[in-house]
């Protein structure tokens, strides 16, 4: 059940307070998320983003771990599989990059989903206390947490929004969440969204270390219905795939655009997202996949609620805001908040620089 806006201001104003971030502020609303912004020669080189040191696997040496909170994870969701993740070592300014190390998902929803969770749940009745949040933090402060991803399995996120030209208009695209995710279920996010992850075995190859390569997969299996594939003898198994080779090529002669527009760093969950934009501006791509007879048919995953995709122009924030129930902040995970915000002011962007 989403918060109501005071539950929400609360919850904000105790984390900035801790913190001492600034927060994501949109129409004069604060989220509960701070934005590391990538220098300009870093936006459309998305890899840049990450240190080129291969990541080790991370030492199990956590804080808290809210065993309570996994257990009831896995026995409401029977589909959760713990594979392994990218996580946070640390972050590094000017340039923006993230360090690596290899954990497991389990270990992210104990030892931090669960911190959003617990925090949730004390501003639902309007007493802020978070005993676990405390005692992490009696090993490691709020600022070196801001830095640093010790003593917690802090997997890093990836959101894209896609920006599509329709023919007419530029568009956003938004979905909710199925009851297949671990968390943020029936929440609306931008798609794709996704756990950075090795997917071959033992992070065979290092090659997987790339944000382009991940929401390039990403990309497939939320918006094209490709199958997940778990332990792939290649890393680059999807790459023969029609569309994929179509958007590649719409992103060589720049009728597409990959953009990085930051780092946020979930302060809910003490969690990094790497917040990109798919900016396509060719109208060929939208009436190919929206065809009836298209050979590479838009289709969601199963972690979508298939009916759920809203397609909202972005000529205002007015226009894409009528598209949703009001409120829209509530009915999103605060770091897919600043993923939308981000994209849609730098798809302008880029849109007037070219009219």
């Keep these: 059940m989403p918060l109501s806006n005071v539950g929400y201001k609360n919850m904000t104003d105790y984390l900035v307070r801790l913190y001492q971030r600034q927060p994501f502020v949109r129409h004069g609303i604060a989220h509960p998320v701070t934005v590391f912004y990538p220098s300009e020669s870093q936006i459309n080189d998305v ?41 946070l070592k640390r972050i590094r300014h000017d340039p923006l990059q993230l360090r690596g190390q290899i954990g497991g998902y389990y270990d992210m929803l104990a030892t931090c989903a669960a911190l959003e969770r617990e925090l949730r749940a004390a501003a639902e009745v309007g007493l802020l206390r ?10 490691v402060t709020p600022q070196a947490a801001l830095r640093r991803g010790d003593k917690r399995s802090a997997a890093i996120g990836i959101g894209t929004l896609i920006v599509f030209n329709d023919g007419e208009t530029y568009r956003a695209i938004l979905a909710r969440r199925s009851d297949a995710t671990a968390f943020d279920s029936n929440m609306f996010h931008v ?43 290649r890393w680059d198994f999807f790459y023969d795939q029609p569309a994929l080779q179509y958007l ?24 990094p997202e790497i917040s990109t934009l798919l900016l396509i501006h060719d109208p060929a791509w939208y009436a190919r996949v929206s065809a009836a007879d298209s050979d590479m048919p838009f289709v969601t995953a199963a972690e979508t609620l298939g009916d759920s995709v809203v397609m909202a122009p972005i000529t205002t924030d007015e226009d894409f805001l009528s598209c949703f129930p009001p409120d829209l902040h509530l ?21 007037n620089s070219g009219a």
């Excluded at 040496?61 to 969701?77: C, E, I, P, T, V």
């Excluded at 990085?260 to 003490?270: C, F, K």
């Excluded at 009915?331 to 849109?351: C, F, K, N, V, Y």
């Design 248 to 271: 590649l090529r719409l992103l060589e002669s720049e009728k597409a655009l990959l953009c990085a527009t930051g780092v946020i760093l979930n302060l809910l969950t003490l969690r």
């Design 130 to 139: 978070a005993p676990v949040r405390a005692t992490y933090h009696r090993h």
């Design 47 to 87: 890899d840049s983003l990450l240190d080129p040191w291969r990541p080790a696997p991370e030492e199990r040496d956590f804080a808290a771990y809210d065993y309570s909170y996994l257990h009831d994870l896995q026995n409401s969701k029977p589909g959760l599989y713990n594979g392994s993740t990218f996580t």
């Design 331 to 351: 009915s999103m995970p605060a770091q897919a908040t600043a993923t939308l915000w981000l994209g849609i002011d730098h798809a302008r962007r880029e849109i």
């Design 191 to 233: 798609l794709p969204a996704m756990m950075f992850q090795p997917t071959t075995a033992d992070f065979a190859d290092g090659r997987e270390w790339s944000v382009k390569h991940q929401i390039l997969r990403e990309l497939l299996e939320e918006v094209f219905g490709l199958p997940e594939v778990i332990r792939p003898q």
